[in-house]
């Protein structure tokens, strides 16, 4: 035991330094390096977007280094405090990347050639509260609606629905015919509930934007009807979830969907692209229905991921480059139809070639387009509202909670913390 | 030794019992197996069924060692986990024979004060401990990795290590010191061949974690040249798609070197008592 | 701190010369263990005493202690996360151990064919990546899938079967059986251990009075292997205090549904690191993990002080 242990010890001895010169010896060009969540997108920065980058930029080398979404706020909040982040930072919207932005992690962005390519909208996911500084390059928003097998709606007979009594009415034939699960959405994993559920439907009844900016100016409350009525309206989704459905997880759901078995997803336009790969179906979607027929309908559109400098990188000024390269029309179209679903901000209009991201696309021309209404502002406190919404839906779909209570504790949350400017 | 004398109903019964709770352990494991060999949508649809020549597919293992250096994970996961193994119980059962063996000021508190590791998760110390490595120079080198399982997996070996060597027979230790043996050679040459057993569990206790984490290569060295293969197999976990094909080949993959790793040290545990040096 | 104690060694007036090798024996666990361990642990547990306070660190005292047992909701998070780990850890003690000490019970029996086969087959679970565990149980305990469904078909029993994940009721026993499952091979290994360490003279001379089977195991063995399944109690209680990963891996990190298997871990990980648009919050965190330490450590203690202590040791 002793000599092996010995043997090990030596070969290790041996090998460690060997580690060290190894990483030692990459720092001639200006290399790169991008901290993102977005795992889903390896293929395409390694495959078409730095490819291009790089052809305009020789000497600047950049890599993608991509992690698990759910380790990434630590891990970059670790690495950023200990100084050995990568040079560009994938920035969550709103209060994340705000936070770092005041702890002096991230650069300010005012006077990069490009940011004016945005309008202030597409900014405000990653502009002081002030508006005066921008501290992160906009990359791409995301759109919520539903998804629709066309093969099941032909072989029911069924229409598009445009308002809600024709949605549940869509439902229950679905329900009748037995043939296909009408929805295919599950509550274990809570986050489709909120984001899915409530964020998805909510804006039609809190009229987008007023509602938003009303609740962060104290004018309404969570327990307000126009708040509490999105709930009443999940509640009612329960008995068309497929069995089980408190233990069905996210990818339980797109499976379901993907593999034909279920006629209706509750989505994010960020479902388009692994659908298209998945389903060997015909896919269509539709905007979340109105209440009566000729109501202004309202969408989701949420800005969900920029770019920003590190304040600290090494080499600030390839970073720069690259960042107003991502600013440019040429990026925006190059991941707009890379990532159908993640759509541009950028001020120029995008040509995509997906259909289906045409046509979620399309209903920013006749809908109000608003964002989540826990994202700013009511969102940067304790308990994290986002989170409570999360919890609540879940509890409000699996009927453990009534849509009052649900809408009391959240506000209750709120107000343990927020107070509205006077 | 053993008058083998059990009779075979008992027998049988015992071997009910073990294949019963043998099938429960394994169940779950073979699912994983088979099932990294489907395609994505027979693994869903028909998840208890074997593959089938419709049904089979590598693609799973394409992409795993397609993507990145996997060869290279697996190398970098060994070093990790031989080394730290290594320190370890080196360092460990020194420790654990000066505290189980020597009345000295201190001792009792000494033996609290390593044992404190194991009361609070070292994942607390992140920041303090990335700041240490990005001064000593060791960001993005395995020795990082090796210093935190080292670490990390001390308190636990000492504790387990110090109480099994308070069996070890006094009377043995007296008639090496007598014999003029040093201190050094009692503990290496008559007492750590008698706590082999000990040794091998620790062993086996330290490997589990230090194999199957995924927080320190992450924090401490996610450099390419540096990644572990359970890093490597979080790749393919992503926000909105997770390629299950990939992930449940790459973990496949990787439980090959940890049951071969714990083949040996269990081989170790049975050998040592069976020697019968002590007895 | 130790090396006030071994110089001490060299002042206290003792018959034999300095002990060097004591300090050589200590030295480097001492070492490594210090510096990458305690120090930046103390570096992070000093943060529960201070808080931001106008946008500059503070220190505020016991102030975060009576935040998190004073504020309405943090204090009934953290109650919850206690209970439902002390749930946990009464399952592991109720279920893993004697399950663990029946196991390597049947193994150790001299003359058993195939032990070496199921004794690793039975450790392979702990030998998995989290990853691997919560997958391959939620597609068993999945209500659309269906392994567990048809599987209970099977024998008849498809009426009892639910959710078990999804339901407030009962998704903690099934997380918590779900680790049970893995860890199963820890109590195992370390009581084979043990039992084999049991000399057979021993043995023979309890066959010799008649002492067989079943009596023989409870009246000679038991006796003999209570120091392990001391270490092994501890070892539970320390682990399941910690546990963290697998909770994580099953039910994300809100620990749902509606927080019921939310366990200290858990919380913990949520305040000191965040968790999507929840930002952490460092100093809630340190005092968090600050009375997590104190609870394992009253626990270790116990044992050390109370248990351990009252406990014959045989050497053989």
């Not at chain 1, 609540?392 to 909670?401: E, K, R, Y």
């Not at chain 3, 298997?261 to 005092?287: C, E, H, K, P, V």
């Amino acid at each position: 035991m002793t000599r092996i242990l010995k043997s090990i010890l030596f070969a290790t001895t041996v090998l460690a330094p060997a580690g060290l010169v190894a990483t030692g010896a990459s720092a001639q060009t200006a290399t790169l390096t991008i901290e993102s969540w977005r795992n889903d997108d390896l293929p395409i920065w390694q495959q078409k977007i730095i490819p291009a980058f790089e052809a305009k930029n020789p000497g600047i080398k950049v890599t993608f280094a991509p992690m698990a979404p759910t380790e990434y706020n630590s891990a970059v909040n670790a690495k950023l405090e200990a100084g050995t982040a990568g040079d560009l930072i994938t920035c969550r919207p709103f209060d994340l990347s705000l936070a770092m932005f005041q702890k002096g992690q991230l650069a300010p962005l005012n006077d990069l050639p490009g940011i004016s390519n945005f309008s202030d909208v597409g900014k405000s996911a990653w502009t002081t509260d002030d508006g005066k500084t921008t501290f992160c390059v906009p990359m791409a928003s995301v759109i919520h609606g539903f998804i629709y097998n066309k093969k099941a709606f032909a072989d029911a007979g069924v229409q598009i629905p445009k308002t809600e009594d024709e949605f549940f009415a869509v439902l229950e034939k679905f329900k009748k015919d037995g043939k296909y699960i009408p929805l295919a959405m599950g509550t274990k994993d809570q986050w489709e509930s909120a984001t899915m559920g409530y964020y998805n439907i909510g804006p039609n009844y809190w009229k987008g934007e007023d509602g938003r900016k009303a609740l962060i100016a104290g004018k309404e409350k969570l327990t307000d009807a126009d708040w509490v009525e999105p709930y009443k309206t999940l509640a009612k989704w329960k008995p068309y979830l497929g069995d089980g459905f408190e233990a069905q997880t996210y990818p339980d759901s797109q499976n379901l969907f993907t593999l034909g078995r279920a006629a209706i997803y509750p989505a994010g336009s960020w479902e388009i692209a692994p659908f298209k790969a998945q389903a060997d179906f015909e896919m269509g979607a539709f905007p979340p229905p109105v209440k009566k027929a000729g109501d202004t309908c309202y969408i989701s559109d949420h800005n969900d991921i920029g770019i920003g400098l590190n304040a600290k990188g090494k080499n600030l000024e390839a970073a720069k480059k690259f960042l107003s390269w991502v600013a440019s029309p040429e990026f925006a179209d190059l991941y707009a139809n890379a990532a159908p679903g993640f759509f541009s901000l950028n001020s120029t209009p995008v040509k995509m070639q997906d259909a289906l991201a045409q046509e979620f696309v399309s209903w920013r021309q006749n809908c109000k387009q608003t964002i989540r209404p826990s994202a700013a502002i009511v969102g940067r406190g304790q308990p994290n509202l986002d989170l409570e919404m999360w919890r609540v839906s879940a509890n409000v779909i699996n009927g453990t909670q009534t849509p009052e209570q649900a809408a009391a504790e959240t506000q209750k949350g709120l107000d343990s913390w927020y107070k509205p400017a006077k | 030794m053993s008058k083998a004398r059990s009779a075979p109903v008992r027998a049988a019964f015992i071997h009910l019992a073990l294949i019963a709770y043998t099938l429960v352990a394994l169940f779950p494991v073979f699912l994983t197996l088979v099932n990294s060999f489907k395609s994505r949508s027979a693994i869903f649809s028909q998840p208890m069924a074997l593959p089938t020549p419709s049904t089979f597919s590598l693609i799973g293992y394409q992409t795993v060692l397609s993507q990145g250096n996997f060869v290279g994970y697996f190398q970098n996961s060994l070093i990790v986990t031989v080394a730290s193994i290594a320190l370890v119980l080196l360092f460990g059962a020194m420790a654990a024979f000066a505290l189980s063996e020597y009345r000295f000021r201190g001792n009792t508190l000494m033996g609290l004060y390593l044992a404190l590791g194991i009361m609070i998760p070292i994942r607390l110390g992140t920041v303090a401990i990335l700041q240490g490595m990005v001064a000593a120079g060791l960001v993005n080198t395995l020795t990082s990795l090796i210093l935190v399982y080292t670490a990390q997996g001390l308190p636990l070996a000492i504790f387990i290590l110090s109480e099994f060597m308070r069996t070890v027979s006094d009377d043995l230790k007296s008639a090496g010191r007598i014999d003029g043996l040093s201190e050094y050679a009692i503990f290496f040459r008559l007492v750590l061949p008698l706590v082999r057993p000990a040794m091998a569990t620790v062993a086996v206790f330290t490997m589990i974690p230090i194999w199957n984490d995924l927080w320190f290569p992450l924090i401490l060295a996610p450099g390419e040249g540096t990644k572990t293969v359970t890093l490597g197999a979080q790749m393919f976990i992503g926000q909105f798609v997770t390629n299950w094909n990939a992930v449940l080949s790459a973990l496949s993959l990787a439980i090959l070197p940890v049951m071969v790793l714990y083949v040996i040290f269990s081989r170790q545990l049975i050998r040592g008592i069976t020697s019968g040096a002590v007895k | 701190m130790s090396d006030t104690e071994i110089t001490d060694i060299e002042t206290v007036p003792v018959k034999r010369p300095i002990r060097w090798h004591i300090a050589v024996f200590l030295a480097p666990a001492f070492l490594v263990y210090t510096a990458v361990m305690i120090l930046p642990l103390i570096e992070t547990l000093r943060l529960s005493l201070f808080n931001i306070v106008e946008g500059q660190l503070a220190f505020v005292g016991f102030n975060n202690f009576k935040t998190l047992f004073g504020d309405p909701r943090l204090s009934a998070d953290f109650w919850n996360a206690l209970r439902n780990n002390v749930v946990f850890f009464i399952i592991h003690m109720l279920v893993q151990n004697p399950v663990g000490i029946a196991i390597a019970a049947m193994l150790s029996l001299p003359g058993l064919r195939f032990a070496a086969f199921y004794r690793s087959a039975i450790f392979v679970p702990t030998l998995l990546s989290f990853v691997i565990v919560g997958f391959i149980w939620k597609l068993i305990l999945s209500p659309i899938w269906g392994i567990a469904p048809s599987l209970m078909d099977l024998v008849g029993l498809k009426w009892a079967f639910a959710p078990w994940l999804g339901k407030a009721e009962t998704a903690l026993i099934a997380v918590s059986l779900i680790s049970v499952w893995q860890y199963v091979g820890i109590p195992m290994m370390l009581i084979y251990a043990a039992l084999l360490n049991i000399p057979d003279e021993v043995l023979e001379a309890a066959e010799c009075d008649g002492i067989t089977g079943w009596s023989q195991f409870w009246k000679i063995k038991l006796p003999l292997i209570l120091p392990s399944i001391g270490i092994v109690s501890v070892l539970t209680f320390v682990g399941n205090f910690n546990a963290f990963d697998l909770i994580y891996t099953v039910q994300g990190a809100l620990a749902g549904p509606n927080g019921s298997t939310d366990i200290l871990g858990t919380l913990l990980y949520r305040t000191f690191f965040g968790f999507q648009n929840q930002m952490g919050d460092r100093s809630m965190g340190a005092t968090i993990a600050a009375v997590m330490f104190l609870i394992i450590l009253a626990g270790v203690a116990l044992y050390l002080f109370v248990i351990q202590r009252r406990m014959r040791r045989y050497q053989f």
